[in-house]
């Protein structure tokens, strides 16, 4: 019988043949209680079958894989002292997930409240065209508020987002003056407001301590030149004896312009004009501004103003559509560099004040000087 068919080594104990019996006289130890064993009896003894160890290399000792050596059913314990575990059943297969739907095309949509929008801007329209046919100091009570309100929005955001304190005070009052000058004077008085204004920002600021002086004078004759002296043409075209219709071709105009340039941007659009600046701006939208614009200044120009040809209007609508873009780029070049999206929130859908005068305070100049060019200041 070999040694090795019960998993015990030669030499290793445990009282067999060819190893020394744990008890008894060979070892000092007391002799075992019960009856003796016998060698006679293990010669008897049928060998026990050899289980093969699939994990162990032949000549390797079975030591080295105690752990897998032993047989094991399934779902039993690997040793003796472990709990009885239940037997391992296949998880299931998961279900097949459902083929992903694609994702409808999302419908371009505006950036603002168009319901909003449009009844801000009807309102708006109502005031000015009542207060342009009724009684033309009326209207230009309108352009003053409307500067203040502007001058009041653009410096807080200047005040809020960069620290600069623009004097608010001397550059509200010295707009109010130079659109009643305008009115009332001309061209000169809208220049001599101008410089009284910027005068009275520099000693206005003067109360305040020296530090960012020159900084917060220069924003300061920035406003008063970008929004209070821009709004005194509009003053000078009332001044002519069909005053009122050239201010309604000059807003109307610009109105088209942006019209158009939103309609056909928006159906249209794909190639950017200023991604830098104006993301939302495309040059197809361009195009639209300046087509609505032409055919809105043949229109004007043949019905609204007194000895108004129709290329005029072409020419008009032309200058007003670039004018317009361009103020408009250059309040947003403002607003980036704020970091704001709107200057105010005073009008619902269109923001504040200043979002709305973008583009109209750059035309004013233009629109007036063209018409003095083509039918005369009278």
């Known amino acids: 019988m070999n040694d090795s068919s019960w998993g015990v080594p030669p030499g290793a104990g445990g009282g067999l043949a060819g190893g020394p019996a744990p008890w008894g006289p060979a070892t000092g130890g007391p002799a075992p209680a019960g009856p003796s064993y016998d060698g006679h009896e293990a010669a008897q003894t049928r060998p026990m079958p050899i289980v093969p160890d699939a994990g162990r290399n032949p000549g390797e000792p079975d030591d080295h894989h105690a752990d897998r050596g032993a047989a094991r059913l399934p779902g039993g314990p690997l040793f003796h002292d472990e709990p009885p575990q239940e037997p391992m059943t296949p998880a299931p297969a998961p279900a097949p997930s459902p083929a992903p739907v694609p994702p409808l095309p999302e419908k371009k949509r505006a950036g603002r409240d168009l319901r909003a929008a449009i009844g801000v801007g009807l309102g708006l329209g109502a005031v ?3 207060s342009l046919f009724i009684w033309k100091p009326a209207f230009i009570g309108v352009i003053a508020v409307a500067v203040v309100v502007g001058l009041w929005e653009l410096t807080s955001r200047l005040r809020e987002e960069k620290g600069i304190n623009a004097p608010l005070v001397p550059l509200a009052v010295g707009g109010a003056a130079m659109v009643v000058a305008g009115f009332v004077s001309g061209p ?7 410089a009284l204004t910027a005068l009275a920002v520099l000693v206005w600021r003067m109360t305040e301590p020296p530090e960012g002086y020159l900084r917060d004078v220069t924003a300061g004759i920035f406003a008063a030149f970008y929004v209070p002296f821009l709004a005194t043409f509009v003053s000078l075209m009332l001044t002519a004896d069909d005053g ?3 201010v309604v071709t000059f807003l109307v105009l610009t109105v088209v312009s942006d019209t158009g340039a939103y309609a ?11 991604p830098r600046i104006s993301p939302g701006k495309t040059r197809e939208g361009l195009f639209g501004a300046v087509a609505f614009a032409m055919a809105g200044g043949v229109l004007c120009m043949t019905l609204l103003v007194d000895g108004g040809q129709w290329w005029q209007g072409l020419v008009i609508g032309v200058a007003v559509a670039a004018s317009a873009t361009l103020g408009d780029l250059g309040e947003s070049m403002i607003k980036r560099d704020l970091g704001i999206k709107d200057m105010g929130t005073l009008l619902p859908g269109h923001g504040g004040i200043m979002d709305r005068l973008d ?3 750059p035309t004013a100049p233009v629109v007036w000087l063209l018409l003095v060019a083509f039918v005369g200041s009278g």
């Open 264 to 274: 056909v941007g928006w159906r249209f659009g794909t190639h950017k004009l200023a």
């Open 188 to 194: 000169g008085g809208a220049w001599v407001a101008m």
């Open 128 to 130: 000015i065209i009542a």
């Open 359 to 361: 583009s109209l305070l």
């Open 244 to 246: 009122a219709q050239r």
